[in-house]
């Protein structure tokens, strides 16, 4: 079983940035493909970026491409998710997800996650 704990949101002006953080614990992290994602109210939870187990690639939502950067420190069992340039659009519950066995083609799909952390709220606003 694992277990992930977000941290790292908060409120921030427009352009701004933000670094999340994801720990995990109850795994061996670098077997796990790992994602985040985020939901904002009334609407479907969406993908942000993933990176497969190992580092070995990384993958963004057009909306976040070369604004956002995925990274893992395996050493430390944690993800990370670097926001530049943030946009009021940008504002939800951000989510931190691992999957063990998800194949490349399900990366972006919520339900095939195995496991989810609690989410930590980003706000991007004057």
């Known amino acids: 079983q694992v277990q992930l704990v977000e941290s790292g949101g908060g409120l921030v002006q427009p352009g701004g940035s933000l670094r999340l953080s994801c720990a995990a614990s109850?795994?061996?992290?670098?077997?796990?493909?790992m994602a985040w994602f985020r939901q904002a109210p009334g609407t479907e939870r969406e993908f942000v970026a993933a990176?497969?187990?190992?580092?070995?690639?990384?993958h963004y939502a057009d909306s976040v491409k070369g604004r956002f950067t995925i990274s893992r420190d395996n050493a430390k069992n944690t993800v990370y998710l670097q926001m530049n340039s943030l946009k009021p659009e940008d504002t939800a519950v951000y989510y931190c997800?691992?999957?063990?066995?998800?194949?490349?083609?399900?990366?972006?799909?919520?339900?095939?996650?195995?496991?989810w952390g609690q989410g930590t709220q980003v706000t991007v606003s004057s």
């Open positions: 990176t497969r187990r190992n580092g070995a690639s990384t």
């Open positions: 997800a691992a999957d063990r066995g998800i194949i490349l083609s399900s990366i972006r799909v919520p339900h095939q996650y195995d496991y």
């Open positions: 109850g795994g061996t992290f670098s077997t796990y493909t």
